[in-house]
């Protein structure tokens, strides 16, 4: 073999390895509308599966009678279903942005297009993980922000890192006491769920204020 033909052939190697990496890498990382197709899919399926009615919230505003059967869609893409509203029409009972520090427990699971339950998560069952505490706030960047983590301060297990706008935006418009049942996308879900696309369906979610 001439040192030509080698050049050709480390050459065509080198190639190849490189349309082959990129291939893997392709594979690999998605895009986000790739993520939000395939999590429209889920939800879909999940909303099928558990014969769930949806009915569209208008103007963000939840109606009078809440209808406690339905989960209202909102326009960041929330699906709430009201369980209990809580005392917020009792002065002193609704969230107060920077003042009102909120304790909430929640049950459910997270699930993606490709899988319908990745993994549970129970702190009402559960007496071993203490509640999740956040502060209640108002901020828009990127999107509306109703809350600041306040992490535990006694090393204990805990679900801290499930916190996060699809779990604060309840109390925008709910009270103390307040039950709820979420359909959350990975768009308002913890940040480590964006890149995989990973959404969450909480059972039940309970806020109490502190």
């Known amino acids: 073999m001439t040192f030509s033909k080698i050049k050709q052939y480390c050459l065509l190697l080198l190639a190849s390895s490189a349309v082959l990496f990129t291939s893997c890498k392709e594979d690999k990382i998605k895009s986000l509308t790739e993520l939000k197709k395939e999590q429209a899919t889920a939800i879909k399926t999940l909303i099928n599966r558990k014969s769930i009615r949806v009915v569209e919230a208008q103007d963000n505003i939840l109606p009078d009678p809440i209808d406690p059967n339905v989960y209202y869609k909102f326009s960041n893409g929330l699906y709430m279903r009201v369980l209990d509203r809580g005392l917020v029409g009792k002065e002193g009972y609704k969230a107060v942005v920077n003042e009102t520090k909120v304790f909430v427990e929640f049950k459910g699971y997270t699930f993606t297009q490709a899988k319908s339950e990745i993994s549970q998560f129970d702190i009402l069952g559960d007496p071993s993980y203490p ?80």
Not at 181 to 203: D, N, R
């Open 131 to 210: 509640p999740v505490e956040f502060l209640y706030t108002y901020a828009y960047q990127y999107g509306e922000t109703h809350y600041t983590p306040l992490p535990q301060t006694s090393p204990v297990a805990n679900l801290d890192h499930f916190m996060c706008q699809g779990l604060a935006y309840p109390m925008s418009l709910l009270g103390n006491g307040a039950r709820v049942s979420l359909i959350i996308p990975f768009e308002l879900g913890p940040s480590t769920f964006y890149a995989s696309g990973i959404s969450t369906f909480v059972e039940e979610a309970q806020y109490r204020f502190r």
